[in-house]
């Protein structure tokens, strides 16, 4: 289970005290799905970075299965069990795809164990997996490659931030698969950052993240007509042509 404690964040602007993230506090239960919604620049994507230990919060407490790890670092938050994919994959110049799977999984990975992680991305291992993870691959495609190393080891908590940007409906079809196999097994809890409605419908729980605080949280039959009904005619007909909220991929 993810318990997070009164979660806040601060940044200096400008000589300035700005607060971005203000007294968050919820739980991820073992095998539950939560998804995390609500307007661009909300604060989502730093929530995700501080769960993982990418910023440092200014104050409260992040216990995993009952292990405060608020002052672990990055590299001790994955040893305890936490996967996490960004918004914007970064890329390695020099480091196949293979490699960088094999570094996720921490062993080596056959061919096929290979091919059926980039496979449920909607990748071709042969056209793939001997291809540097660099500026070569779009967007689109370090996005996926990057889904395929969190899935390539069994975690505690996998967060997903965006998992839909720069991904083809097709591709998209299959990560919802994907992420509809892994809450089935229960074997993991999840967290995802998304705006796209079947990835939002798939969730136990929804939380609505805006101007750095929780607007709402509670079971989905709960919290997702609250979100169609107040912007389905806007996010809809913005979101066509803009890549708005709630929308349906």
Not at 5 to 20: M, T
Not at 188 to 203: F, T, V
Not at 236 to 241: I, K, R, S, V
């Amino acid at each position: 289970m993810l318990e997070i404690e009164h979660l806040s964040f601060d940044v200096q602007d400008e000589g300035r005290q700005s607060e971005i993230l203000s007294d968050i506090s919820f739980h991820v239960a073992d095998g539950e799905m939560l998804v995390i919604t609500g307007p661009n620049g909300g604060g989502k994507s730093t929530l995700a970075k501080l769960l993982m230990g990418i910023n440092e919060s200014t104050a409260g407490k992040i216990i995993l299965n009952g292990e405060d790890i608020t002052g672990l670092s990055i590299n001790e938050r994955a040893q305890a069990g936490i996967g996490f994919a960004f918004q914007q994959p970064p890329r390695f110049k020099g480091m196949t795809v293979r490699r960088l799977l094999n570094l996720a999984a921490g062993r080596s990975l056959s061919e096929n164990e290979c091919c059926g992680l980039l496979s449920s991305v909607g990748l071709c291992a042969q056209e793939y997996i001997d291809r540097e993870a660099d500026a070569t691959l779009s967007g689109g495609e370090m996005k996926r490659i990057e889904i395929a190393t969190v899935l390539a080891k069994p975690h505690n908590l996998c967060i997903f931030d965006e998992p839909e940007a720069g991904i083809d409906l097709w591709s998209f079809s299959m990560l919802i698969k994907k992420f509809e196999q892994i809450h089935k097994e229960k074997k993991e809890s999840l967290i995802l950052i998304s705006h796209q409605e079947r990835i939002i419908r798939m969730a136990d729980r929804i939380m609505v993240i805006s101007d750095g605080k929780i607007d709402r949280i509670g079971p989905a039959e709960e919290i997702l007509p609250t979100l169609l009904d107040s912007s389905s005619q806007e996010a809809c007909c913005y979101g066509q042509q803009k890549g708005g909220d709630y929308c349906e991929a």
